[in-house]
């Protein structure tokens, strides 16, 4: 019973954390099928911004995270009108090399700005404890950050699947052509689309840092986890996005707990076999190009 | 971006003269910079890891992230070899490249029916879990520290491998010589027109009757059979093989060549190694973090405004010369 609530809790949080990072990508790859591996940048930024501010700056935690995430959602909006437009008609090989330079671009600054080794996150007084629930302690960290992570995928599926916008995006995720037909704007939607999602990977980036200590190589770190998320989700499905990172995190805190010294790369195993068996997503059918 | 089909597709049997200096230019380097060998033979290694990526990428369009596998596997089974006791080096590396080519073909067949983005995820994927793996196997790898305690045999009996690096050098640009035109030939061949095809419209080969996946396997395969004889050759000539043969560096290396010299083109390959090397080289003893500057604004610049590298720069160079 403790160990399958430690394991659900710890793995819970972690999905939630790489649920986030994930879901701008699965959501932009379905819409414009780009190959984007510097997705993770995103993230990384985030995480650098949030715990600059709070540790150099002063800044309450909540703020300096609200301040990372419209910061990379702004800046993330200017990579895409600067770099990623000049990609959509490319060839994929294109959009592998060059995200893959920009993740260069990225590791190279946040050296020169943060330093080469690991840049250690401090958590404010009122999140570093634990709470007794009775039968076991909880950290309130890993609580506050499944609550964060419930509370906005929820509003991301409440946006994706109930507003304007979201029938917008599911309909130009299903069918771009058809969709630019009827008068949807797509490359604006895109816009909009791309800054949110690195918003929110940026946001996973801030909330995960315990988790996903933060450094340099960080963009490459956890690209393979996030490309994983993206292969087994299919292309432009939220609901599937959050289902994968859940199962992914709460297997991989299963087998660290369980199994610690091939707890790094069984896991990867598993998954690569999942995505070569079930080459359409893990949970079903494929969206129509 | 790939600048295959300029010339008609059986002129490129032929041999060009331009394809001499190249090779002269490598005897050349002997005579002007000896006490250069050393990393004039990690040129040449590299340029042959690079060929490799190139069939694969360039001609067989198979977009992957892993391919220091099978550089790395190469390089581990030549240490292995040679710590078993046999030390003569020129069936080790073709006993290496061998296995490197039977993993790419038992690999070939599960990974080269995705594309696109799964397809880099999952190369990707099985690197990292090859050098996880190398990792927690110390008993088998050597773990950080590398496999050592390795000497080769005197080359034919008769060139030592001395520390000038001599026997070294000529050993890495014969095996570079022979492998470039072998490769070369088959992508002539009409095996490796229908490679071309394959990337160029995968539907409309199979349309035509073309087994694709079959294709694509013994190219990945070659492939990656290529890559080990230059991972075994980086472990003879340094008598070393550590953990970083593995990593994703040592791919990065190779793709980053491959685009700067001109993808899809082969001798891209040979003349990106070298300046990408000396640029590293230098790049690093500035500092070693810019080096991520240089080859992130290296790729962004060649992919975005010079399709075709190097190559195609000096390609365009001429024509815009011989038009004047």
């Known amino acids: 019973m403790t160990v399958a609530s430690f394991i659900l809790l710890y793995g819970l949080s972690y999905g939630l954390v790489l649920c986030l990072i994930a879901v701008g990508l699965v959501v932009t790859m379905g819409l414009m099928r780009v190959v984007n591996l ?45 770099v990623f437009v000049h990609l959509y008609a490319a060839p994929e090989l294109d959009q592998m090399l060059l995200t893959i330079g920009l993740n260069f671009l990225a590791i190279g600054s946040l050296t020169l700005f943060f330093g080469p080794n690991v840049y250690p996150t401090k958590l404010p007084p009122y999140l570093a404890g634990s709470v007794d629930f009775g039968f076991r302690t909880f950290e309130v960290y890993r609580l506050a950050v499944i609550v964060v992570g419930l509370a906005v995928m929820a509003g991301l599926f409440v946006v994706f699947e109930l507003t304007t916008i979201g029938a917008q995006l599911r309909a130009s995720v299903d069918n771009r052509t058809m969709a630019q037909a009827a008068g949807i704007n797509v490359p604006r939607l895109f ?99 | 971006m790939i600048l295959a089909g300029q010339s008609p597709l059986l002129a490129r049997h032929r041999f060009l003269w331009p394809e001499a200096l190249v090779w002269l230019a490598a005897v050349a380097v002997y005579f002007l910079f000896p006490q250069y060998l050393a990393i004039a033979t990690t040129v040449l290694i590299v340029a042959l890891f690079a060929v490799s990526y190139d069939l694969a990428i360039g001609f067989g369009g198979i977009l992957t992230l892993g391919h220091g596998l099978f550089f790395g596997i190469g390089a581990y089974c030549a240490g292995w070899i040679a710590l078993l006791g046999w030390t003569e080096a020129v069936s080790g590396a073709l006993a290496s490249g061998v296995i490197a080519a039977l993993v790419a073909a038992a690999l070939g067949p599960f990974l080269l029916r995705l594309t696109g983005l799964p397809l880099i995820m999952v190369t990707l ?49 014969g095996w570079l010589f022979v492998l470039f035109y072998l490769v070369k030939r088959v992508v002539a061949s009409p095996f490796g027109v229908a490679l071309q095809g394959i990337r160029e419209n995968s539907l409309r080969m199979r349309l035509i009757g073309t087994a694709t996946l079959r294709h694509l396997t013994i190219a990945y395969s070659l492939s990656g059979g290529v890559a080990g004889v230059a991972g075994a050759l980086s472990a003879q000539t340094n008598a070393f093989v550590g953990l970083g043969v593995l990593s994703l560096d040592s791919t990065i290396d190779g793709l980053v060549i491959v685009v700067l010299g001109g993808i899809g083109t082969l001798y891209g390959s040979l003349i990106g190694a070298p300046v990408y090397v000396v640029v590293k080289h230098f790049a690093q003893q500035w500092n070693p973090f810019y080096w991520m500057f240089v080859i992130g604004a290296l790729l962004i610049v060649v992919v975005r405004f010079s399709r075709g590298g190097l190559l195609g720069m000096a390609h365009a160079a001429m024509t815009w010369l011989v038009r004047r």
């Open chain 1, 38 to 82: 510097a997705h993770g940048a995103f993230a990384a930024i985030g995480g650098y911004l949030s715990t600059g501010l709070m540790v150099e700056a002063g800044v309450a935690l909540p703020l300096a995270i609200v301040g990372a995430v419209v910061a990379v959602g702004l800046f993330s909006l200017l990579v895409e009108r600067l």
């Open chain 1, 191 to 289: 816009s909009l689309t791309f800054a949110v999602g690195s918003g929110l990977a940026a946001l996973g980036g801030a909330i995960g840092a315990p988790m996903l200590p933060l450094e340099p190589t960080y963009p490459f770190k956890y690209l393979i986890l996030v490309l994983i998320i993206v292969a087994l989700s299919g292309f432009g499905r939220i609901k599937d996005a959050l289902g994968v990172s859940i199962l992914i995190g709460i297997a991989e805190t299963a087998g660290r707990y369980f199994w610690p010294e091939a707890s790094g790369f069984v896991i990867y195993v598993l998954l690569i076999v999942l995505i070569v068996w079930r080459r359409d997503g893990l949970f079903g059918r494929r969206a129509s190009s």
């Open chain 2, 125 to 173: 994927g099985v690197s990292v879990i090859a050098y996880e793996a190398a990792n927690k196997a110390a008993w088998l790898t050597g773990g950080d520290d590398g496999l050592t305690g390795f000497t080769m045999s005197p080359l034919f009996g008769a060139f030592r491998w001395s520390v000038f690096g001599v026997t070294k050098y000529f050993y890495a640009l």
